[in-house]
């Protein structure tokens, strides 16, 4: 049976990593062929500065040039609308009856596959195949392929890690250092040559800026509390060695819509690529996160991926949290005017360490969801599971 391998991402530019990728799995899993597909809208993540697909895809097939078996695909860019795997998927087994499909995708993209359209149809027409993008997390891959395992076939690779994202290099090019030994030296030449990625010259705008910018759009108590989420912010960012003005800007930003009427933070919500869990449009008190992650991106002109997940994330968190996301998480229920009853205790917690924190707090979440008898959002089960497993990994 002919296997053929789907490689599917942003390539917002190819870079070494994807290319050493594709060719431990060509070689591991032997395939006859590879089909390289870069997505026209990525509906699985933010993706700030996208490069034309037309550029995206021309730098593919440079780096992909003379690899045997590898093909890359425009499929997914000249179909209409956003990009789901799932599409591409069908449209292939259509094309390749008697063929093994094999989805290949990062950790970043495997941790979070509960969350893409349709995942188990996927996992019914492909194996899915995933490799660490940094160290330390092959536990979790396998803990998550063995979840997996009961909707489909999953195999995790233990290639050599190799840390390089596509974020990186854009942010090379912005600061006009070279990218030798991350990306291929012509597709290097080509960023330069059609100026991609050099971003535009932006009035940085400063933190008073932050302030006055929200001031006029919440209601006086709203304004204050965020002023303290920053200060607060501010403070656990010192403290755990985070960049202090990041946390100032996520969370003097973190409310930006909350007292926008709903069918607007819904509209602003919507535009969002991401894939919105039907939980998530039940619940109007979380929409502002979404709806304020896309307000930054799109009337701020933030590009700061950190800055934008921090803000979306803050109200209902989610597994994989990074430092700046948990602090802003935290600041916005310890600031200092906040008065519920584990209050101090949880200022008090956050003082000793963050990863207690999160936990505590999404304990606190998931017990206060349930005694309203309300849903709980996708992210937030994950993020609590992860906590837990990683307690209990800790006790075993
Ligand atoms: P960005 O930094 O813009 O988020 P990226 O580097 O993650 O981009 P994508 O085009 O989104 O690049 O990646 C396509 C696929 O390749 C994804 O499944 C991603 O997880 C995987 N991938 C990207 N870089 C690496 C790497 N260094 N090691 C292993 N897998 C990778």
């Given at each position: 049976m002919e296997k053929i391998g789907i490689f599917g991402g942003t390539f917002n530019p190819v870079h070494n990593g994807h290319v050493r990728l594709a060719k431990h799995y060509m070689e591991q899993l032997g395939l006859s062929r590879m089909l390289v597909i870069p997505t026209k809208?990525?509906?699985h993540k933010a993706a700030p500065d996208l490069a034309d697909s037309d550029d995206r895809l021309a730098m593919c097939r440079i780096a992909f040039e003379g690899m045997e078996g590898v093909t890359v695909s425009d499929m997914e860019i000249r179909r209409e609308g956003k990009s789901f795997t799932v599409d591409t998927v069908h449209e292939l087994k259509k094309e390749f009856l008697d063929a093994q499909l094999f989805l290949l995708v990062g950790s970043d993209m495997f941790l979070t596959f509960r969350k893409w359209k349709d995942w188990q149809e996927i996992l019914k027409n492909a194996i899915l195949c995933t490799a660490a993008?940094?160290?330390?997390e092959l536990q979790a891959l396998y803990a998550c392929s063995r979840e997996l395992s009961e909707f489909g076939k999953t195999m995790v690779f233990d290639f050599p890690v190799f840390r390089v994202s596509s974020t990186q290099i854009r942010e090379k090019v912005k600061k006009g250092e070279s990218c030798r030994g991350f990306i291929d030296p012509k597709v290097e030449e080509y960023i330069l040559h059609h100026g991609l990625y050099k971003g535009q010259d932006k009035m940085e705008k400063n933190e008073k800026d932050y302030v006055e910018i929200i001031r006029p759009l919440l209601k006086p108590k709203r304004f204050e509390h965020s002023l303290n989420v920053a200060e607060q912010a501010v403070f656990l960012a010192k403290r755990y060695g985070e960049d202090e003005h990041k946390a100032y800007v996520a969370a003097i930003l973190h409310d930006i819509c909350k007292n926008m009427p709903q069918n607007e933070q819904l509209q602003w919500m919507e535009k969002s690529a991401i894939i919105l869990d039907d939980n998530l449009l039940t619940?109007?008190?979380?929409w502002h996160g979404f709806a304020g992650a896309e307000y930054i991106q799109q009337v701020l002109e933030i590009e700061d991926e950190e800055i934008i997940n921090a803000v979306r994330y803050h109200t209902i968190g989610r597994a994989g949290m990074s430092k700046l996301e948990q602090i802003v998480y935290l600041a916005d229920l310890t600031s200092k005017e906040r008065d519920y009853p584990d209050a101090e205790r949880m200022r008090q917690v956050v003082l000793h360490s963050l990863h207690e924190g999160m936990r505590e707090a999404l304990i606190f979440a998931v017990r206060n969801q349930a005694e309203k008898r309300l849903p709980l959002c996708i992210d937030t089960c994950q993020a609590y599971n992860e906590y837990l497993r990683e307690e209990t990994d800790r006790r075993a």
């Open positions: 809208t990525p509906p993008r940094t160290d330390g619940q109007p008190p979380v």
